[in-house]
């Protein structure tokens, strides 16, 4: 059973931090990569950042040097630290594999996602 809990977003000012976090099962061993994706209201969803099972990481232009995604292979999770953050970063963020599980010919499961709102 694919489960992918993301938790850690809130309300936070603009420069401000947060630390996001998500427990991957089900899903986590069809790929060597784990990524943290986000949706804002009205655009479609984007990739923000990867990491592979041995740690090499890919950020996108928007989140570089400000963003820093981990995982911990033991417990099957990944993290986003978010820092300065900006109302552009405001949307639900998801993780999943990577490339997502379309690309892969599996089912598209997602979770919830955890909702980040950055105010100016």
């Known amino acids: 059973q694919v489960q992918l809990v993301e938790s850690g977003g809130g309300l936070v000012q603009a420069g401000g931090s947060l630390r996001l976090s998500c427990a991957a099962s089900?899903?986590?061993?069809?790929?060597?990569?784990m990524g943290w994706y986000r949706q804002a209201p009205g655009k479609q969803r984007e990739l923000v950042s990867t990491?592979?099972?041995?740690?090499?990481?890919v950020y996108a232009d928007a989140v570089k040097g400000r963003f820093t995604i981990s995982r911990d292979n033991t417990k099957n999770t990944v993290y986003l630290r978010m820092n300065s953050l900006t109302p552009e970063d405001t949307a639900v963020y998801y993780c999943n594999i990577f490339p997502p599980p379309l690309q892969l010919g599996l089912p598209d499961y997602w979770g919830r996602g955890t909702q980040v709102t950055v105010s100016s």
């Open positions: 990491i592979t099972t041995s740690g090499n990481t």
């Open positions: 089900g899903i986590i061993e069809r790929s060597n990569a």
